[in-house]
Nanobody
Framework: QVQLVESGGGLVQPGGSLRLSCAAS????????MSWYRQAPGKERELVAS????????TYADSMKGRITISRDNAKNTVYLQMNSLKPEDTAVYYC?????????WGQGTQVTVSS
C-alpha cells in the first residue's frame, strides 16, 4: 500500500524556520521525482519545489526561491523541505507528491501557519 506521510508543520513566527518531512512507503522511492506543493485557503495548489531521480536536480518556485531547500534521502525513503525566513503568505497546507511517468501519489498534507 502506497503511503506518503508528511510531518513537521506547525505554527511559526514570521522569519522563523520549519523542516517538513515526507516519509514514503509502498513504492520504489528512489525512482520517483518528489515534489512539495502547497495550497492556501481559496487558492489553487501550487508547486513549491521538486527533486528528480537519481541525479537530484531541483526546481523551486520563484515565490520561495532562496528561502527553501528540497532534499531527499533514498536510504530512508524520505524527502525534506527546509523553509527559512517564513512569511505570513507562506501559510498553507503543504503536500508531498511522488511522480514517475503516469503514476502519481499524494500525501495528506501538513499545515504550516506563519503568524505572530
Amino acid at each position: 500500500q502506497v503511503q506518503l506521510v508528511e510531518s513537521g508543520g506547525g505554527l511559526v513566527q514570521p522569519g522563523g524556520s520549519l523542516r517538513l518531512s515526507c516519509a514514503a512507503s509502498g513504492f520504489t522511492f528512489s525512482m520517483y521525482t518528489m515534489s512539495w506543493y502547497r495550497q492556501a485557503p481559496g487558492k489553487e495548489r501550487e508547486l513549491v519545489a521538486s527533486i528528480s531521480n537519481p541525479g537530484g536536480s531541483t526546481t523551486y518556485a520563484d515565490s520561495m526561491k532562496g528561502r527553501i531547500t528540497i532534499s531527499r534521502d533514498n536510504a530512508k525513503n524520505t524527502v525534506y523541505l527546509q523553509m527559512n525566513s517564513l512569511k505570513p503568505e507562506d501559510t498553507a497546507v503543504y503536500y508531498c507528491r511522488a511522480t514517475l511517468g503516469f503514476r502519481q501519489y499524494w500525501g495528506q498534507g501538513t499545515q504550516v501557519t506563519v503568524s505572530s
